[in-house]
């Protein structure tokens, strides 16, 4: 089997160099496994907060429904967040969060009306931590005419497409066995495994089937990746099975110890792929042996399947969050056509009441006066969503420039307002600001 030895130095060390190595893996896997999951958790709570700020009158409710999870309601909507991403306990948390929102009940007819004076009348960005942005959230939230997902699917459509796709996805986890099976260095592993995912979504017929059915999407979408998976892990299994001797390389430079030879018998994977119990038998036995090295150390046992699960969960998240984004986009029903989309990146805009007020009252004048952003500068990016005579829409995203502790510009992304709508000249003035020839 291959020997992921990154540091050949480590190979052969004692049996704490090992576990060092093991209990580094397991942290890094770990910690990946988390941002993951808090990539998901932050759009939810973003829309729950966006919710809140927008609605000052809803009215908040925290409550310890399970062991390892807060829920906080706002009216109808619900979010529950994991013991791991509080601040403080699960006890102190709803302390503080029913306590300030009793108080704030008492406090809110006659506070209501001041408020929100100051907030209108604030710079949006004095303070580039102010809740990043929430009063500018606040502000464009008052923006109502949005666009609104028909929700419509068809099934044999939907199960058409995603048969004739399937070859295609197949194809990606055949080139993805591959190249884990001959890549030496496990970070470049999880690199290609959320890249799978990602293919994954953009190749399941969301477009194609005009599904603007998001739980239609989600589950259809994890069958089709666990489809595709398991067809990657057949090719893998057919390369395991058909590797040649172990070919060590001794050379000081070399940054892996050794390589295993292996091709890939088509009838073979054709055998394995309509016998899924001799795959599973054959995952067993490998699980009990391991069959890669990292830091001198190979998983075994649970630390294997802990891996496997965890290549798994990759594949399924970035897959359904690309396949549920795409169905979101906007759909034109009497069309019966996706729209089209382009984007422009003009000169930030910090005074977001401008905005509202041009977008509230179609004002193409406002848009027909912006200049292009300068280059690694703060900038604004509008994103426009149409079709012929039909109504358009727009997505508004600031990025504001930053300079990290090393010294790079980074830029942190604040969604002003997703799918809004405009009307035909706003969009013509949009048009003309993204031709090339345009100052």
């Excluded at 005419?145 to 990606?172: A, H």
């Excluded at 099976?181 to 999880?190: G, H, K, L, M």
Aim: proline share 4%; with cysteine.
């Amino acid at each position: 089997p291959i020997a992921c030895a990154i540091f050949p130095s480590l190979i052969g060390q004692t049996d704490s160099a090992a576990g060092f190595g093991s209990c580094l893996f397991f942290i890094l896997f770990i910690t990946f496994f988390i941002w993951l999951t808090s990539l998901f958790k932050k759009r939810k709570n973003n829309k729950i907060r966006n919710y809140y700020l927008t609605n000052s009158e809803c009215k908040v409710w925290a409550s310890e429904e399970s062991e390892n999870s807060l829920h906080i309601k706002f009216d109808k909507k619900e979010i529950e967040i994991g013991k791991i991403f509080l601040p403080f306990s699960i006890e102190d948390c709803i302390q503080i969060i029913n306590n300030d929102n009793y108080q704030k009940q008492t406090q809110l007819e006659n506070d209501n009306e001041e408020i929100k004076p100051e907030i209108a009348s604030k710079s949006k960005y004095d303070d580039v931590n102010d809740l990043n942005g929430a009063n500018d959230a606040l502000v464009m939230g008052e923006i109502k005419d949005k666009y609104v997902s028909s929700k419509t699917f068809n099934l044999p459509r939907l199960l058409l497409f995603s048969i004739l796709f399937l070859p295609l996805g197949f194809g990606f986890t055949f080139i993805y066995a591959y190249l884990i099976w001959f890549n030496p260095f496990p970070y470049f592993s999880v690199i290609a495994t959320a890249v799978l995912g990602v293919l994954i979504g953009f190749v399941f017929p969301i477009k194609l089937s005009k599904c603007t059915n998001t739980k239609a999407a989600i589950y259809s979408i994890l069958i089709f990746a666990l489809l595709c998976h398991y067809f990657g892990w057949v090719t893998w299994m057919d390369l395991y099975i058909n590797q040649s001797d172990v070919i060590e390389i001794n050379h000081p430079r070399s940054p892996i110890s050794s390589i295993a030879p292996s091709s890939s018998n088509l009838d073979q994977i054709l055998y394995l792929f309509t016998n899924p119990s001799v795959v599973f038998s054959n995952i067993s036995i490998i699980a009990q042996t391991g069959y890669f090295s990292i830091f001198s150390y190979t998983p075994q046992g649970f630390m294997l399947y802990v891996i496997w699960i965890l290549e798994l969960l990759i594949i399924l998240c970035f897959s359904t969050f690309t396949s549920y984004e795409r169905s979101n986009e906007p759909f034109n029903t009497a069309k019966n056509k996706w729209l089209d989309s382009f984007k422009i990146q003009i000169s930030y805009i910090p005074n977001i009441d401008s905005l509202k007020n041009a977008l509230i009252n179609a004002d193409e004048k406002f848009f027909e006066k912006m200049t292009q952003a300068e280059k690694e500068e703060s900038y604004t990016e509008f994103e426009v969503w149409h079709l012929e005579d039909q109504q358009a829409y727009i997505t508004v995203k600031n990025y504001k420039k930053r300079i990290d502790e090393k010294g790079k510009i980074k830029y942190d992304e604040q969604e002003l307002i997703k799918y809004a709508k405009i009307d035909s000249e706003i969009l013509n003035a949009l048009k003309i600001k993204s031709s090339p020839n345009s100052v």
